[in-house]
Protein backbone atom coordinates (compact mmCIF):
# COMPACT_ATOMS: atom_id res chain seq x y z
CA UNK A 1 0.00 0.00 0.00
CA UNK A 2 2.93 2.15 1.15
CA UNK A 3 4.65 1.50 -2.22
CA UNK A 4 1.75 2.29 -4.03
CA UNK A 5 1.02 5.02 -2.58
CA UNK A 6 4.79 6.69 -3.29
CA UNK A 7 4.59 5.51 -6.53
CA UNK A 8 1.41 7.15 -7.30
CA UNK A 9 2.75 10.18 -5.28
CA UNK A 10 6.24 10.40 -7.29
CA UNK A 11 4.95 9.64 -10.61
CA UNK A 12 2.31 12.66 -9.46
CA UNK A 13 5.69 15.03 -8.72
CA UNK A 14 7.56 14.04 -11.80
CA UNK A 15 3.77 14.64 -13.64
CA UNK A 16 3.58 17.58 -12.28
CA UNK A 17 7.44 19.09 -12.81
CA UNK A 18 7.31 18.09 -16.75
CA UNK A 19 4.23 20.16 -16.74
CA UNK A 20 5.53 22.88 -15.07
CA UNK A 21 8.90 23.07 -17.15
CA UNK A 22 6.53 22.58 -20.29
CA UNK A 23 4.44 25.57 -19.18
CA UNK A 24 7.65 27.83 -19.02
CA UNK A 25 9.46 25.92 -21.67
CA UNK A 26 10.72 28.33 -24.70
CA UNK A 27 9.21 26.89 -28.15
CA UNK A 28 10.40 27.93 -32.10
CA UNK A 29 13.39 30.52 -33.16
CA UNK A 30 14.12 33.87 -32.52
CA UNK A 31 13.29 35.44 -35.92
CA UNK A 32 15.57 37.33 -37.44
CA UNK A 33 15.15 40.83 -38.81
CA UNK A 34 12.85 41.51 -41.71
CA UNK A 35 14.45 44.54 -43.28
CA UNK A 36 13.24 43.95 -46.99
CA UNK A 37 10.49 46.52 -47.95
CA UNK A 38 6.89 45.21 -48.91
CA UNK A 39 4.68 45.35 -51.53
CA UNK A 40 1.11 46.39 -50.70
CA UNK A 41 -0.46 44.97 -53.90
CA UNK A 42 1.25 41.78 -53.95
CA UNK A 43 0.37 41.16 -49.91
CA UNK A 44 -3.11 41.87 -49.98
CA UNK A 45 -3.02 39.40 -53.13
CA UNK A 46 -1.58 36.78 -50.73
CA UNK A 47 -3.82 38.09 -47.79
CA UNK A 48 -6.60 36.55 -50.30
CA UNK A 49 -4.87 33.39 -51.00
CA UNK A 50 -3.97 32.74 -47.19
CA UNK A 51 -7.77 33.28 -46.61
CA UNK A 52 -6.60 35.60 -43.47
CA UNK A 53 -9.44 37.62 -44.99
CA UNK A 54 -12.05 35.51 -45.25
CA UNK A 55 -11.23 33.87 -41.74
CA UNK A 56 -10.52 37.42 -40.01
CA UNK A 57 -13.63 39.00 -41.13
CA UNK A 58 -16.92 38.59 -39.56
CA UNK A 59 -18.56 38.82 -43.04
CA UNK A 60 -22.32 37.32 -41.65
CA UNK A 61 -22.40 40.29 -38.97
CA UNK A 62 -21.14 43.16 -41.76
CA UNK A 63 -18.13 43.29 -39.84
CA UNK A 64 -15.04 45.58 -40.84
CA UNK A 65 -12.29 43.80 -42.93
CA UNK A 66 -9.75 41.98 -40.68
CA UNK A 67 -11.46 43.16 -37.31
CA UNK A 68 -12.07 39.47 -36.19
CA UNK A 69 -13.99 36.70 -38.01
CA UNK A 70 -16.87 34.78 -37.29
CA UNK A 71 -16.79 31.47 -34.74
CA UNK A 72 -15.38 28.40 -35.60
CA UNK A 73 -16.58 25.69 -34.32
CA UNK A 74 -14.53 22.82 -33.51
CA UNK A 75 -14.09 19.66 -31.25
CA UNK A 76 -11.79 21.39 -29.07
CA UNK A 77 -14.29 24.15 -28.61
CA UNK A 78 -15.16 27.65 -30.16
CA UNK A 79 -12.56 29.86 -31.88
CA UNK A 80 -12.62 33.41 -32.23
CA UNK A 81 -10.44 34.35 -35.28
CA UNK A 82 -8.91 37.68 -33.19
CA UNK A 83 -8.97 41.38 -34.95
CA UNK A 84 -5.87 41.92 -36.71
CA UNK A 85 -6.23 45.29 -37.74
CA UNK A 86 -3.97 48.42 -36.92
CA UNK A 87 -5.64 48.67 -33.36
CA UNK A 88 -2.47 48.70 -31.07
CA UNK A 89 -4.91 47.40 -28.41
CA UNK A 90 -7.42 45.62 -29.62
CA UNK A 91 -5.59 44.52 -33.09
CA UNK A 92 -1.78 44.06 -33.55
CA UNK A 93 -0.88 47.89 -34.11
CA UNK A 94 2.00 47.46 -31.41
CA UNK A 95 3.34 44.39 -33.12
CA UNK A 96 6.97 44.13 -35.24
CA UNK A 97 7.19 42.93 -38.85
CA UNK A 98 9.44 40.07 -36.65
CA UNK A 99 5.99 39.40 -34.04
CA UNK A 100 3.94 38.76 -37.20
CA UNK A 101 6.45 36.78 -39.10
CA UNK A 102 6.61 34.70 -35.68
CA UNK A 103 2.69 34.64 -35.45
CA UNK A 104 1.99 33.82 -39.15
CA UNK A 105 5.60 31.37 -39.99
CA UNK A 106 5.80 29.10 -36.63
CA UNK A 107 2.30 29.72 -34.95
CA UNK A 108 4.15 31.62 -31.59
CA UNK A 109 2.70 34.94 -30.19
CA UNK A 110 4.89 37.63 -29.37
CA UNK A 111 4.69 36.63 -25.42
CA UNK A 112 5.72 33.39 -26.34
CA UNK A 113 2.58 31.35 -26.09
CA UNK A 114 1.83 28.71 -29.27
CA UNK A 115 -1.20 29.22 -31.00
CA UNK A 116 -4.17 26.97 -31.65
CA UNK A 117 -3.53 25.04 -35.48
CA UNK A 118 -7.53 26.00 -36.00
CA UNK A 119 -5.13 29.23 -37.29
CA UNK A 120 -3.66 27.61 -40.23
CA UNK A 121 -0.05 28.74 -39.53
CA UNK A 122 1.11 25.53 -40.31
CA UNK A 123 0.76 26.14 -43.83
CA UNK A 124 2.68 28.82 -44.13
CA UNK A 125 6.02 28.12 -42.73
CA UNK A 126 7.14 28.45 -45.41
CA UNK A 127 6.12 31.90 -46.31
CA UNK A 128 9.47 33.70 -47.93
CA UNK A 129 10.92 36.81 -45.87
CA UNK A 130 9.38 38.79 -48.84
CA UNK A 131 5.78 37.17 -48.27
CA UNK A 132 5.86 38.48 -44.66
CA UNK A 133 7.32 41.90 -45.93
CA UNK A 134 4.38 42.11 -48.53
CA UNK A 135 1.79 40.73 -46.00
CA UNK A 136 2.83 43.45 -43.49
CA UNK A 137 2.71 46.47 -45.80
CA UNK A 138 -0.71 45.18 -46.57
CA UNK A 139 -1.94 45.12 -43.37
CA UNK A 140 -0.31 48.28 -42.44
CA UNK A 141 -3.20 49.71 -44.71
CA UNK A 142 -6.46 48.14 -42.41
CA UNK A 143 -8.18 50.97 -40.54
CA UNK A 144 -7.73 50.21 -36.85
CA UNK A 145 -11.56 48.69 -35.46
CA UNK A 146 -11.24 49.23 -31.22
CA UNK A 147 -13.30 46.57 -30.76
CA UNK A 148 -11.84 43.03 -29.09
CA UNK A 149 -12.62 39.98 -30.46
CA UNK A 150 -14.58 37.43 -28.09
CA UNK A 151 -12.44 35.21 -26.27
CA UNK A 152 -12.63 31.49 -27.33
CA UNK A 153 -14.47 29.36 -25.84
CA UNK A 154 -12.53 26.20 -25.05
CA UNK A 155 -12.90 23.68 -21.82
CA UNK A 156 -9.96 22.31 -19.88
CA UNK A 157 -7.54 20.74 -21.06
CA UNK A 158 -7.80 22.31 -24.58
CA UNK A 159 -7.93 26.06 -22.68
CA UNK A 160 -4.62 25.29 -21.44
CA UNK A 161 -2.23 26.70 -24.34
CA UNK A 162 0.87 25.58 -23.27
CA UNK A 163 -0.51 21.45 -24.10
CA UNK A 164 -0.05 22.72 -27.47
CA UNK A 165 3.79 22.53 -26.62
CA UNK A 166 3.28 18.04 -27.01
CA UNK A 167 0.62 19.06 -29.67
CA UNK A 168 3.42 20.83 -31.94
CA UNK A 169 6.13 17.93 -31.31
CA UNK A 170 4.45 15.42 -31.91
CA UNK A 171 2.17 16.42 -35.42
CA UNK A 172 3.43 20.15 -36.59
CA UNK A 173 4.85 19.44 -39.96
CA UNK A 174 6.46 21.55 -42.79
CA UNK A 175 3.99 21.48 -46.10
CA UNK A 176 5.21 20.03 -48.85
CA UNK A 177 5.99 23.33 -50.99
CA UNK A 178 9.30 22.41 -52.12
CA UNK A 179 9.75 23.19 -56.11
CA UNK A 180 10.09 19.56 -57.98
CA UNK A 181 12.17 21.31 -61.42
CA UNK A 182 10.98 18.90 -63.90
CA UNK A 183 7.33 19.33 -63.42
CA UNK A 184 7.30 22.69 -64.92
CA UNK A 185 6.54 26.55 -63.72
CA UNK A 186 2.98 26.23 -63.42
CA UNK A 187 2.73 23.10 -61.42
CA UNK A 188 5.27 24.42 -59.31
CA UNK A 189 3.13 27.41 -58.84
CA UNK A 190 -0.14 25.31 -58.53
CA UNK A 191 1.72 23.08 -55.46
CA UNK A 192 2.80 26.55 -53.67
CA UNK A 193 -0.14 27.59 -53.40
CA UNK A 194 -2.33 24.19 -53.19
CA UNK A 195 0.18 22.77 -50.32
CA UNK A 196 0.80 25.95 -48.83
CA UNK A 197 -1.05 29.41 -48.84
CA UNK A 198 -4.55 27.68 -49.51
CA UNK A 199 -4.16 25.20 -47.35
CA UNK A 200 -6.77 22.97 -49.31
CA UNK A 201 -5.45 20.43 -47.32
CA UNK A 202 -7.37 21.69 -43.71
CA UNK A 203 -10.08 20.33 -45.09
CA UNK A 204 -9.53 18.06 -47.60
CA UNK A 205 -7.16 15.63 -44.96
CA UNK A 206 -8.70 13.98 -42.59
CA UNK A 207 -7.82 14.04 -38.81
CA UNK A 208 -6.82 12.32 -36.36
CA UNK A 209 -8.04 12.37 -32.11
CA UNK A 210 -5.88 15.58 -31.69
CA UNK A 211 -7.20 17.11 -34.70
CA UNK A 212 -3.84 16.93 -36.64
CA UNK A 213 -3.91 16.20 -40.25
CA UNK A 214 -3.51 12.75 -41.28
CA UNK A 215 -0.79 14.16 -43.96
CA UNK A 216 0.60 10.70 -44.96
CA UNK A 217 -2.33 8.23 -45.06
CA UNK A 218 -4.89 10.27 -46.10
CA UNK A 219 -3.64 13.16 -48.09
CA UNK A 220 -6.86 15.24 -50.02
CA UNK A 221 -8.79 12.22 -49.26
CA UNK A 222 -11.51 14.26 -47.99
CA UNK A 223 -12.83 14.22 -44.14
CA UNK A 224 -16.07 13.46 -43.31
CA UNK A 225 -16.09 15.35 -39.63
CA UNK A 226 -15.59 19.07 -40.78
CA UNK A 227 -15.60 21.81 -37.75
CA UNK A 228 -19.84 22.63 -37.88
CA UNK A 229 -20.94 18.80 -39.04
CA UNK A 230 -19.78 19.26 -42.77
CA UNK A 231 -17.83 17.02 -44.96
CA UNK A 232 -15.68 17.60 -48.27
CA UNK A 233 -14.98 15.23 -50.79
CA UNK A 234 -11.32 13.64 -51.81
CA UNK A 235 -9.31 15.98 -54.27
CA UNK A 236 -6.31 13.44 -55.50
CA UNK A 237 -5.89 13.64 -59.33
CA UNK A 238 -7.55 10.20 -59.46
CA UNK A 239 -11.06 10.84 -57.69
CA UNK A 240 -11.13 14.43 -59.43
CA UNK A 241 -10.55 12.92 -63.17
CA UNK A 242 -13.16 10.60 -62.42
CA UNK A 243 -15.62 12.72 -61.25
CA UNK A 244 -15.53 14.57 -64.85
CA UNK A 245 -13.19 17.58 -63.66
CA UNK A 246 -10.19 18.52 -66.71
CA UNK A 247 -7.97 21.99 -66.53
CA UNK A 248 -10.56 23.90 -68.13
CA UNK A 249 -13.93 23.29 -65.32
CA UNK A 250 -11.43 23.37 -62.60
CA UNK A 251 -9.95 26.85 -63.45
CA UNK A 252 -13.70 27.69 -63.95
CA UNK A 253 -15.06 26.58 -60.64
CA UNK A 254 -12.36 28.17 -58.47
CA UNK A 255 -13.20 31.83 -59.93
CA UNK A 256 -17.14 31.20 -60.15
CA UNK A 257 -17.79 28.29 -57.84
CA UNK A 258 -19.63 26.24 -60.53
CA UNK A 259 -19.30 22.73 -60.71
CA UNK A 260 -19.40 20.68 -63.93
CA UNK A 261 -22.51 19.21 -63.63
CA UNK A 262 -24.00 23.38 -63.29
CA UNK A 263 -24.44 23.32 -59.25
CA UNK A 264 -23.04 25.42 -56.89
CA UNK A 265 -20.29 24.74 -54.69
CA UNK A 266 -22.02 24.24 -51.25
CA UNK A 267 -20.67 24.64 -47.80
CA UNK A 268 -17.45 26.04 -46.75
CA UNK A 269 -16.06 25.53 -50.72
CA UNK A 270 -18.63 28.06 -51.46
CA UNK A 271 -16.75 30.75 -48.94
CA UNK A 272 -13.61 29.42 -49.91
CA UNK A 273 -14.10 30.80 -53.30
CA UNK A 274 -16.22 33.95 -52.60
CA UNK A 275 -13.61 35.07 -50.55
CA UNK A 276 -10.47 33.95 -51.93
CA UNK A 277 -9.78 31.87 -55.21
CA UNK A 278 -12.12 34.20 -56.97
CA UNK A 279 -10.26 37.34 -56.40
CA UNK A 280 -6.87 34.86 -57.77
CA UNK A 281 -5.47 35.33 -61.37
CA UNK A 282 -6.59 33.31 -64.13
CA UNK A 283 -3.32 32.10 -64.74
CA UNK A 284 -2.87 30.99 -60.57
CA UNK A 285 -5.97 29.43 -61.17
CA UNK A 286 -5.11 27.12 -63.59
CA UNK A 287 -1.76 26.72 -62.08
CA UNK A 288 -3.66 25.08 -59.17
CA UNK A 289 -6.01 22.99 -61.36
CA UNK A 290 -2.79 21.47 -63.36
CA UNK A 291 -1.18 20.99 -60.00
CA UNK A 292 -4.31 19.25 -58.40
CA UNK A 293 -5.20 17.09 -61.97
CA UNK A 294 -1.18 15.64 -61.74
CA UNK A 295 -1.02 12.32 -60.28
CA UNK A 296 2.08 13.33 -59.00
CA UNK A 297 0.13 15.87 -56.79
CA UNK A 298 0.87 15.53 -53.13
CA UNK A 299 3.80 13.88 -52.53
C1 LIG B 1 -9.09 28.99 -40.80
C2 LIG B 1 -9.12 30.31 -40.22
C3 LIG B 1 -7.87 31.18 -40.28
C4 LIG B 1 -7.13 31.54 -41.39
C5 LIG B 1 -7.30 31.07 -42.81
C6 LIG B 1 -6.14 32.47 -40.91
N1 LIG B 1 -6.26 32.66 -39.56
FE1 LIG B 1 -5.14 33.90 -38.41
N2 LIG B 1 -5.98 33.10 -36.75
C7 LIG B 1 -7.09 32.26 -36.73
C8 LIG B 1 -7.42 31.95 -35.34
C9 LIG B 1 -8.54 31.05 -34.87
C10 LIG B 1 -6.46 32.62 -34.53
C11 LIG B 1 -6.35 32.57 -33.00
C12 LIG B 1 -5.34 31.50 -32.63
C13 LIG B 1 -5.10 31.40 -31.13
O1 LIG B 1 -5.67 32.19 -30.36
O2 LIG B 1 -4.33 30.54 -30.71
C14 LIG B 1 -5.59 33.35 -35.47
C15 LIG B 1 -4.55 34.17 -35.05
C16 LIG B 1 -3.79 34.96 -35.90
C17 LIG B 1 -2.78 35.89 -35.47
C18 LIG B 1 -2.42 36.21 -34.02
C19 LIG B 1 -3.20 37.42 -33.58
C20 LIG B 1 -3.04 37.78 -32.14
O3 LIG B 1 -3.69 38.73 -31.70
O4 LIG B 1 -2.28 37.12 -31.40
C21 LIG B 1 -2.25 36.47 -36.60
C22 LIG B 1 -1.16 37.52 -36.67
C23 LIG B 1 -2.92 35.87 -37.73
N3 LIG B 1 -3.86 34.97 -37.28
C24 LIG B 1 -2.65 36.20 -39.05
C25 LIG B 1 -3.18 35.50 -40.13
C26 LIG B 1 -2.72 35.68 -41.49
C27 LIG B 1 -1.68 36.68 -41.94
C28 LIG B 1 -3.42 34.80 -42.24
C29 LIG B 1 -3.32 34.55 -43.73
C30 LIG B 1 -1.99 34.28 -44.27
C31 LIG B 1 -4.33 34.07 -41.34
N4 LIG B 1 -4.15 34.54 -40.07
C32 LIG B 1 -5.21 33.10 -41.74
C33 LIG B 1 -7.75 31.78 -37.82
C34 LIG B 1 -7.30 31.88 -39.14
C1 LIG C 1 -13.09 25.41 -45.31
C2 LIG C 1 -13.02 24.08 -45.86
C3 LIG C 1 -12.51 23.90 -47.27
C4 LIG C 1 -11.33 24.39 -47.80
C5 LIG C 1 -10.27 25.25 -47.14
C6 LIG C 1 -11.27 23.89 -49.15
N1 LIG C 1 -12.35 23.13 -49.44
FE1 LIG C 1 -12.79 22.25 -51.24
N2 LIG C 1 -14.53 21.56 -50.50
C7 LIG C 1 -14.99 21.75 -49.22
C8 LIG C 1 -16.33 21.18 -49.10
C9 LIG C 1 -17.20 21.20 -47.86
C10 LIG C 1 -16.65 20.65 -50.36
C11 LIG C 1 -17.95 20.00 -50.79
C12 LIG C 1 -18.77 21.06 -51.50
C13 LIG C 1 -20.15 20.63 -51.87
O1 LIG C 1 -20.68 19.72 -51.25
O2 LIG C 1 -20.71 21.24 -52.80
C14 LIG C 1 -15.49 20.89 -51.21
C15 LIG C 1 -15.43 20.51 -52.55
C16 LIG C 1 -14.33 20.71 -53.37
C17 LIG C 1 -14.23 20.24 -54.74
C18 LIG C 1 -15.29 19.42 -55.50
C19 LIG C 1 -14.84 17.99 -55.60
C20 LIG C 1 -15.90 17.10 -56.21
O3 LIG C 1 -15.53 16.24 -56.99
O4 LIG C 1 -17.05 17.30 -55.89
C21 LIG C 1 -13.03 20.67 -55.22
C22 LIG C 1 -12.45 20.44 -56.61
C23 LIG C 1 -12.37 21.39 -54.15
N3 LIG C 1 -13.18 21.39 -53.04
C24 LIG C 1 -11.13 21.96 -54.26
C25 LIG C 1 -10.53 22.71 -53.24
C26 LIG C 1 -9.29 23.45 -53.42
C27 LIG C 1 -8.47 23.50 -54.69
C28 LIG C 1 -9.06 24.07 -52.23
C29 LIG C 1 -7.92 25.01 -51.90
C30 LIG C 1 -7.93 26.24 -52.66
C31 LIG C 1 -10.14 23.73 -51.33
N4 LIG C 1 -11.01 22.92 -51.97
C32 LIG C 1 -10.24 24.20 -50.02
C33 LIG C 1 -14.34 22.40 -48.19
C34 LIG C 1 -13.13 23.10 -48.32
Known sequence: MRILFTGILSAAVVGSAVIAA????????????????????????????GGCIACHTNFDSGGAPLAGG???????????????????????????IENFAQAIRQGISPEGDPYYPTFTYPFYSNFTDQDIADLWAAFQTVPAVAKPAP?????????????????????????????????????????????????????????????????????????DRLPGGGKSPAIDAETLKMRGWDIGNLTYALRTGITPSGDAFGGTMGEVVLQGTKFLSEGDRKAMAIYLLDDHQGG
Open 22 to 49: TVVWPIGQVPKEITLTGDVQRGAYLARA
Open 70 to 96: APLKTDFGTFYPPNLTTDPTHGIGDWS
Open 151 to 223: DHDTSFPFNQRWGLKFWRAAFLKEPRTDPIAENGEAWNRGRLLVEGAAHCAACHTGRNFAGARNTDTEHFQGN
